[in-house]
């Protein structure tokens, strides 16, 4: 078994076909963008890889974030802010032009 699960006489055939067809000028400049092409896709993978590793070895030595529970956390009940009569123009809800005061009982 050789390359690829290709025997030996395949390779050779492949490159007594590859020879034919391209000629021996465009046959080097191929197998040399070829060769680059598989030497960058392999570096892309093993950053790939050890990008992925080292989040999850990072993942792992962090402790767990403890959720906080409302009894604990009493700014989680707040009450909402109070609304700005100016804005809403007044008790009566009624609004005002702006630059107005606002209308008063």
């Known amino acids: 078994m050789g390359f690829l699960g290709i025997g030996s006489w ?7 076909l590859a020879l034919i067809i391209l000629g ?9 963008t ?4 598989v030497r960058a896709i392999r570096k892309y993978s093993t950053d790939l890889t050890t990008a992925v590793t080292r ?7 962090e402790p767990p974030k403890s959720q906080p529970s409302k009894e604990s956390n009493p700014e989680s009940e707040k009450a909402p ?7 809403t123009g007044g008790e ?7 630059g107005e005061a606002p209308l008063t009982k």
């Open 10 to 16: 395949e390779i050779l055939l492949i490159i007594i």
């Open 24 to 32: 021996p000028s465009k046959l080097t400049g191929f197998a040399r």
């Open 34 to 37: 070829l060769g680059k092409t």
């Open 55 to 61: 989040e999850i070895e990072a993942t792992e030595k």
């Open 81 to 87: 802010p109070p609304t700005d009569q100016a804005e």
């Open 92 to 98: 009566d809800n009624q609004p005002t032009k702006s």
